[in-house]
């Protein structure tokens, strides 16, 4: 039962919230701005309304998938696993040949129900990073880098759960590399 729920939670995190809204306006999101299924260039191609709408939807599949693990009494390594497959789901859909977002929204609703102390952590320091810059993706990166540091220094986690928890983050940060190629030589785009 435990394998089957992590085996759902990367099927719920494969959803393209992001792909299906676009295309319900008409408008294949990945031809545009930075070709990405995220709430991101969501905002930047139908407008800041959708890219919430976006944003929801993919922290609420990760939510999900973590709490359907919950749900059952699995230990922590579980839930940890569930969020990091929801999110490798969300950057590796099958349902996109294998392609996808970057996983923070995912990453964003998975660990505020593992831990919701060190994920809203992880989010001051985003806004921080974020209304300094305005770089999105410098801040997602940041708060990435941030999560399995405070997670270890706080929660004490075993170290199934800590290397699994590093895992997702690095997998967010491995799916940022272009923007960081942007970031230094000073072309990414700033959100506003």
């Known amino acids: 039962?435990?394998?089957?729920?992590?085996?759902?939670?990367?099927?719920?995190?494969?959803?393209?919230?992001?792909?299906?809204?676009?295309?319900?306006?008409?408008?294949?999101?990945?031809?545009?701005?930075?070709?990405?299924?995220?709430?991101?260039?969501?905002?930047?191609?139908?407008?800041?309304?959708?890219?919430?709408?976006?944003?929801?939807?993919?922290?609420?599949?990760?939510?999900?998938?973590?709490?359907?693990?919950?749900?059952?009494?699995?230990?922590?390594?579980?839930?940890?696993?569930?969020?990091?497959?929801?999110?490798?789901?969300?950057c590796f859909s099958p349902w996109l040949k294998f392609k996808g977002g970057k996983g923070v929204a995912t990453a964003l609703g998975a660990f505020l129900v593992i831990s919701p102390k060190i994920t809203l952590l992880s989010l001051i320091i985003f806004l921080a990073v974020f209304f300094s810059t305005r770089y999105v993706s410098l801040s997602s990166i940041t708060a990435a880098i941030s999560y399995p540091i405070l997670f270890k220094l706080i929660e004490k986690p075993s170290s199934y759960s800590f290397i699994l928890v590093s895992l997702g983050a690095l997998l967010i940060v491995f799916k940022h590399r272009s923007n960081i190629e942007r970031l230094l030589k000073g072309e990414e785009k700033k959100f506003f």
């Open 1 to 90: 039962m435990a394998y089957l729920l992590l085996l759902l939670s990367f099927l719920l995190g494969s959803v393209p919230f992001g792909y299906l809204i676009g295309k319900l306006k008409g408008v294949d999101v990945r031809s545009y701005g930075s070709g990405n299924i995220g709430a991101t260039n969501v905002s930047r191609v139908l407008g800041k309304k959708w890219g919430l709408c976006v944003l929801f939807l993919d922290a609420l599949k990760g939510a999900l998938a973590v709490s359907l693990v919950k749900e059952f009494s699995l230990p922590q390594e579980f839930q940890v696993a569930a969020g990091v497959l929801a999110v490798a789901g969300h």
